[in-house]
Protein backbone atom coordinates (compact mmCIF):
# COMPACT_ATOMS: atom_id res chain seq x y z
CA UNK A 1 0.00 0.00 0.00
CA UNK A 2 1.04 3.96 -0.84
CA UNK A 3 2.49 5.09 2.26
CA UNK A 4 3.13 8.74 1.14
CA UNK A 5 -0.04 11.54 0.70
CA UNK A 6 -1.80 11.68 -2.67
CA UNK A 7 -1.43 14.23 -4.80
CA UNK A 8 -3.67 17.68 -5.50
CA UNK A 9 -4.17 16.24 -8.59
CA UNK A 10 -5.35 12.84 -7.63
CA UNK A 11 -7.49 14.52 -4.97
CA UNK A 12 -9.08 16.01 -7.38
CA UNK A 13 -9.98 13.12 -9.46
CA UNK A 14 -11.22 11.24 -6.34
CA UNK A 15 -13.47 14.04 -5.58
CA UNK A 16 -14.99 14.30 -9.05
CA UNK A 17 -15.98 10.54 -8.94
CA UNK A 18 -17.22 10.40 -5.44
CA UNK A 19 -19.46 13.28 -6.71
CA UNK A 20 -21.69 11.43 -8.92
CA UNK A 21 -20.57 7.74 -8.14
CA UNK A 22 -22.82 5.85 -10.81
CA UNK A 23 -21.34 7.52 -13.37
CA UNK A 24 -18.84 6.52 -15.57
CA UNK A 25 -16.57 9.18 -16.51
CA UNK A 26 -14.80 9.21 -20.10
CA UNK A 27 -11.07 10.83 -19.91
CA UNK A 28 -12.36 13.84 -21.93
CA UNK A 29 -14.91 14.70 -19.78
CA UNK A 30 -11.87 13.95 -16.41
CA UNK A 31 -9.42 16.46 -18.12
CA UNK A 32 -11.93 19.40 -18.53
CA UNK A 33 -13.70 19.70 -15.48
CA UNK A 34 -10.62 19.19 -13.27
CA UNK A 35 -8.86 21.05 -15.65
CA UNK A 36 -11.62 23.80 -14.94
CA UNK A 37 -11.45 22.88 -11.16
CA UNK A 38 -7.93 23.15 -10.89
CA UNK A 39 -6.12 25.26 -14.19
CA UNK A 40 -6.09 24.87 -17.66
CA UNK A 41 -2.75 22.44 -17.56
CA UNK A 42 -3.73 20.16 -14.89
CA UNK A 43 -4.59 16.96 -17.49
CA UNK A 44 -3.69 17.04 -21.06
CA UNK A 45 -5.61 15.64 -23.31
CA UNK A 46 -3.83 14.61 -26.64
CA UNK A 47 -6.33 13.20 -29.44
CA UNK A 48 -3.19 12.20 -31.39
CA UNK A 49 -2.16 9.20 -29.09
CA UNK A 50 -3.42 5.91 -28.09
CA UNK A 51 -4.12 6.51 -24.31
CA UNK A 52 -5.55 10.21 -24.69
CA UNK A 53 -4.17 10.92 -21.25
CA UNK A 54 -1.74 8.44 -19.08
CA UNK A 55 -1.62 10.51 -16.47
CA UNK A 56 -5.86 9.32 -15.48
CA UNK A 57 -4.47 5.64 -15.19
CA UNK A 58 -1.72 6.22 -13.18
CA UNK A 59 -3.34 8.93 -10.95
CA UNK A 60 -6.43 5.73 -10.44
CA UNK A 61 -3.88 3.38 -9.59
CA UNK A 62 -1.83 5.67 -6.76
CA UNK A 63 -5.24 6.39 -5.61
CA UNK A 64 -6.62 2.76 -5.36
CA UNK A 65 -3.24 1.99 -3.33
CA UNK A 66 -3.28 4.83 -1.00
CA UNK A 67 -4.32 4.33 2.12
CA UNK A 68 -5.65 7.43 2.63
CA UNK A 69 -9.27 6.69 1.18
CA UNK A 70 -11.57 3.18 1.01
CA UNK A 71 -12.97 3.32 -2.20
CA UNK A 72 -11.60 1.75 -5.20
CA UNK A 73 -12.10 3.14 -8.72
CA UNK A 74 -12.66 1.07 -11.47
CA UNK A 75 -11.61 1.31 -15.58
CA UNK A 76 -13.82 -0.27 -18.09
CA UNK A 77 -14.04 0.81 -22.01
CA UNK A 78 -11.59 4.11 -21.05
CA UNK A 79 -14.25 5.05 -18.43
CA UNK A 80 -13.83 5.68 -14.78
CA UNK A 81 -15.99 5.03 -11.58
CA UNK A 82 -15.82 4.28 -7.90
CA UNK A 83 -16.66 1.38 -7.89
CA UNK A 84 -19.76 -0.78 -5.96
CA UNK A 85 -19.06 -4.42 -4.75
CA UNK A 86 -20.01 -5.92 -7.77
CA UNK A 87 -18.09 -3.69 -10.42
CA UNK A 88 -15.06 -4.29 -8.06
CA UNK A 89 -15.27 -8.27 -8.13
CA UNK A 90 -15.30 -8.10 -12.13
CA UNK A 91 -12.09 -5.68 -11.74
CA UNK A 92 -10.83 -8.04 -9.58
CA UNK A 93 -11.08 -10.64 -11.85
CA UNK A 94 -10.32 -9.41 -14.87
CA UNK A 95 -7.18 -7.93 -13.44
CA UNK A 96 -6.64 -11.79 -12.02
CA UNK A 97 -6.94 -12.95 -15.33
CA UNK A 98 -4.40 -10.67 -16.82
CA UNK A 99 -1.87 -11.35 -14.36
CA UNK A 100 -2.07 -14.92 -14.88
CA UNK A 101 -1.66 -14.81 -18.67
CA UNK A 102 1.19 -12.63 -18.27
CA UNK A 103 2.59 -14.95 -15.57
CA UNK A 104 2.54 -17.63 -18.35
CA UNK A 105 4.18 -15.69 -20.67
CA UNK A 106 6.77 -14.79 -18.48
CA UNK A 107 7.10 -18.92 -17.42
CA UNK A 108 7.44 -19.46 -21.72
CA UNK A 109 9.72 -16.78 -21.90
CA UNK A 110 11.82 -18.38 -19.04
CA UNK A 111 11.58 -21.92 -20.70
CA UNK A 112 12.92 -20.93 -24.00
CA UNK A 113 16.24 -18.91 -22.70
CA UNK A 114 17.01 -22.03 -20.22
CA UNK A 115 17.42 -24.13 -23.80
CA UNK A 116 19.25 -21.89 -25.34
CA UNK A 117 22.38 -24.42 -26.96
CA UNK A 118 20.67 -27.60 -25.88
CA UNK A 119 19.86 -30.23 -28.30
CA UNK A 120 17.26 -30.72 -30.47
CA UNK A 121 15.66 -34.07 -31.32
CA UNK A 122 12.72 -32.66 -33.55
CA UNK A 123 12.65 -29.64 -35.28
CA UNK A 124 10.25 -26.33 -35.08
CA UNK A 125 7.81 -28.40 -37.59
CA UNK A 126 8.32 -31.54 -34.78
CA UNK A 127 10.34 -33.22 -37.34
CA UNK A 128 12.53 -35.81 -36.36
CA UNK A 129 16.31 -33.92 -36.71
CA UNK A 130 18.92 -36.20 -38.66
CA UNK A 131 21.68 -35.68 -41.18
CA UNK A 132 19.34 -34.47 -44.19
CA UNK A 133 17.31 -32.11 -42.32
CA UNK A 134 18.41 -28.70 -42.83
CA UNK A 135 16.79 -27.82 -39.29
CA UNK A 136 19.36 -26.66 -36.40
CA UNK A 137 20.52 -29.32 -34.40
CA UNK A 138 20.59 -27.15 -30.83
CA UNK A 139 18.29 -24.09 -29.86
CA UNK A 140 19.27 -20.91 -30.64
CA UNK A 141 17.25 -18.24 -28.26
CA UNK A 142 19.76 -15.15 -28.86
CA UNK A 143 20.55 -13.71 -32.05
CA UNK A 144 24.44 -13.69 -32.62
CA UNK A 145 26.81 -10.51 -32.20
CA UNK A 146 28.46 -9.74 -35.20
Avoid at 14 to 28: A, V
Avoid at 45 to 65: F, G, T
Avoid at 121 to 145: F, G, M, W
Wanted: hydrophobic share 35%; charged share 35%.
Amino acid sequence: MKSIKMTSREWALYNLLKQNPDKWYSKEEIVYEINVLMGADTFIYNVNCWDKCSKIREDMIEINASKEVDKIIVLKDNHYKIANEEEVARYLNKKIAMARRQERQVRDLKKKILQNGQGKLLSNQEKPIDINSKARAYHETYVERN
